[in-house]
């Protein structure tokens, strides 16, 4: 039975939601693969342990029978390193499952030190994980394809205010603000006007060195849930129906107000366009394994990027795998899947 390293938990402001999601692979891991659990705190510090599902969904995982461990860096190793007290452990490691949202975790940091150990990885390797992490620079990547993005500016954080406030113009309100590396719209403001953009960058630039300024998409957004290496499979698109605001933290986990509709509930001719330009927008930015393509449908039919998840949430309310359910696969089916595809390698 292969030997899964499932790590979660992880220094970004998505650490709780990671724990939900690492509960939800390791469910459907049972009887499948054997896993090996690691945890990441809050610090950076890193414990292997015997935690089950719901200790890792609570947060109740590390206790006093877990203990340091770290990746081997060693290509010949291909093992995990635990320290306890009696010395040095090795537990053979056979593929790498990553259920890290956000920052250090699904931006391509984690799958670098993979990579280096030579263990593959779950999910998308490192160029991928860089650029979808990337707003803007997936944006120009997806553009340059031909496909549609939202109109927006960058800024940094010795930013000329004044400019700043033309922009904002330039794009009509209102706009929204987001840093260009963060996940889960942690950051994210939607600025009404002139008096509302400058706190929403400030607030942007808490989480990032950058933060960008987009034009808001009329209509509403779809997602994709795409699986494959040279062989693309989709799930169902989803659809955000939202009762007002925006589709940001406390939504898209909580769904306070928030609908989820799978299948989207659009015709199949126009479902079809939406799987082929997530398609092709996986593979512009080179995605592998697994990722989910978010998108916008405005009222004139048209299909405009939003981002790339690289590890899309595996919550009980996640779009993700309740996408590719209503295609006809279980958490038990996907998780498999990934870490076959995983076993395929780099190209």
């Known amino acids: 039975?292969?030997?899964?390293?499932?790590?979660?938990?992880?220094?970004?402001?998505?650490?709780?939601v990671s724990l939900a999601s690492a509960a939800g692979v390791?469910?459907?891991?049972?009887?499948?693969?054997?896993?090996?659990?690691?945890?990441?705190?809050r610090e950076?510090?890193?414990?292997?342990?015997?935690?089950g599902p719901e200790a890792i969904r609570t947060?109740?995982?590390?206790?006093?029978?877990?203990?340091?461990?770290?990746?081997?860096?060693?290509?010949?190793?291909?093992?995990?390193?635990?320290?306890?007290?009696?010395?040095?452990?090795?537990?053979?490691?056979?593929?790498?499952?990553p259920v890290l949202h956000g920052r250090d975790g699904e931006d391509g940091t984690v799958q670098g030190l993979c990579q280096l150990a030579g263990l593959p990885v779950a999910g998308c390797g490192v160029l991928a994980s860089a650029l979808c992490m990337d707003k803007v620079r997936a944006h120009k990547l997806v553009e340059a394809a031909g496909i549609p993005v939202p109109r927006s500016f960058t800024v940094g954080r010795d930013y000329d205010r004044e400019a700043v406030l033309r922009g904002g113009e330039e794009l009509a309100w209102p706009v929204f603000v987001k840093?260009?590396?963060?996940?889960?719209?942690?950051?994210?403001?939607?600025?009404?006007?002139?008096?509302?953009?400058?706190?929403?960058?400030?607030?942007?630039?808490?989480?990032?060195?950058?933060?960008?300024?987009?034009?808001?998409?009329?209509?509403?957004?779809?997602?994709?849930?795409?699986?494959?290496?040279?062989r693309l499979i989709?799930?169902?698109?989803?659809?955000?129906?939202?009762?007002?605001?925006?589709?940001?933290?406390?939504?898209?986990?909580?769904?306070?107000?928030?609908?989820?509709?799978?299948?989207?509930?659009?015709?199949?001719?126009?479902?079809?366009?939406?799987?082929?330009?997530?398609?092709?927008?996986?593979?512009?930015?080179?995605?592998?394994?697994?990722?989910?393509?978010?998108m916008f449908l405005t009222p004139e039919g048209q299909v405009v990027f939003n981002e790339v998840n690289t590890i899309p949430g595996f919550t009980v309310h996640s779009r993700f795998p309740a996408m590719m359910a209503a295609a006809g696969m279980d958490m038990r089916s996907v998780v498999a899947l990934a870490v076959a595809l995983a076993g395929e390698g780099e190209p």
């Not at 109740?60 to 007290?85: I, N, T």
């Open 1 to 16: 039975m292969k030997k899964v390293l499932l790590l979660f938990g992880g220094c970004s402001g998505e650490h709780r």
């Open 59 to 97: 947060g109740a995982w590390l206790d006093g029978s877990c203990a340091p461990a770290v990746l081997s860096p060693d290509r010949g190793d291909k093992s995990l390193l635990v320290f306890r007290a009696g010395g040095v452990g090795r537990i053979a490691v056979d593929c790498v499952f």
């Open 26 to 41: 390791l469910e459907a891991m049972e009887g499948q693969f054997e896993p090996m659990t690691v945890g990441i705190t």
């Open 179 to 230: 840093p260009v590396r963060s996940g889960s719209s942690l950051g994210v403001s939607r600025a009404d006007g002139r008096e509302a953009l400058l706190p929403a960058i400030e607030e942007a630039l808490r989480f990032d060195r950058e933060a960008v300024v987009e034009q808001t998409v009329p209509g509403f957004e779809v997602g994709c849930a795409v699986m494959g290496n040279d």
């Open 44 to 51: 950076g510090r890193w414990y292997h342990c015997a935690a």
């Open 234 to 294: 989709t799930g169902e698109l989803d659809e955000v129906e939202l009762a007002g605001g925006f589709f940001d933290y406390r939504e898209k986990y909580d769904l306070t107000t928030a609908r989820l509709h799978v299948p989207a509930r659009i015709p199949a001719a126009q479902a079809a366009e939406i799987k082929w330009t997530a398609r092709t927008i996986y593979r512009v930015l080179g995605c592998r394994g697994f990722a989910r393509v978010d």
